[in-house]
């Protein structure tokens, strides 16, 4: 073994491989897992039964009720959703629906949707995705626009994007074409450079586990 990898040897032993191992590990979880932009849901509504009150296919109710409805306030043809659906329960305060995803930590996922105006009345919609909130005030009789709401994952695991349209009046923000997209995430590719650091370094810590290993045997 060379001058240089006994230096090393000398750091492990002395404090028991935990430096080396966790200056290996830190730099292993500096780069995640390097992702390409990817579409992992969408829907445009349109394979639903127009009907009062139901829950979409591939949804869940957050709040309240939902309706799905045809006509022009549809960005795609032939259905939408009418966020307010109505309950007639007067503790309802928002209606609105949901959708699970399983998110993993470090990439950045973009929800694009369509919202439009209800006939003759403005409505403001809370848009939450993973951990991030937005609110859209959306103006009466506005045509069918796109909006994108960002997320970077903190963490992983199940999470939820859910559209909430606030009141309880049967009269709500149009939503249609949803889809969740993963961003491009290139920054967090490992550089050749750094790949190779990181397979000399792990190279280095199986030679010296050996070596101890061999050590112990004598
Ligand atoms: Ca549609
Ligand atoms: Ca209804
Ligand atoms: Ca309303």
């Not at 994108?148 to 199940?158: D, E, I, K, Q």
Request: proline share 4%.
């Amino acid at each position: 073994m060379n001058n240089s990898s006994n230096n090393q040897l000398r750091v492990y032993s002395k404090h028991g491989g935990g430096i080396l191992m966790k200056t290996m590990l830190a730099m292993v979880l500096a780069f995640p897992p390097a992702t390409h932009a990817a579409t992992i849901f969408s829907d445009n509504f349109d394979t639903n039964t127009q009907a009062q009150d139901v829950t979409p296919a591939g949804w869940f109710i957050d709040a309240g009720a939902v309706d799905i409805i045809g006509g022009a306030k549809c960005h795609s043809s032939p259905n939408c959703v009418n966020l307010d659906g109505h309950t007639n329960d007067p503790r309802v305060t928002e209606n609105g629906i949901g959708h699970l995803f399983t998110a993993t930590t470090g990439v950045t996922y973009d929800l694009l949707f369509w919202l439009a105006g209800a006939e003759g009345q403005a409505n403001t919609v809370d848009v939450a995705l993973g951990d991030n909130t937005f609110t859209f005030l959306v103006a009466a009789d506005d045509a069918p626009s796109l909006h994108t709401v960002s997320w970077l994952a903190t963490h992983g695991g199940f999470e939820t994007f859910t559209f909430g349209n606030r009141g309880n009046d049967s009269v709500g923000a149009v939503l249609d074409d949803v889809r969740l997209d993963t961003r491009e995430a290139q920054a967090t590719t490992p550089e050749p450079g750094a790949s190779a650091l990181i397979g000399s370094g792990l190279l280095t810590l199986g030679l010296l586990f050996r070596k101890r290993q061999s050590r112990r045997r004598k």
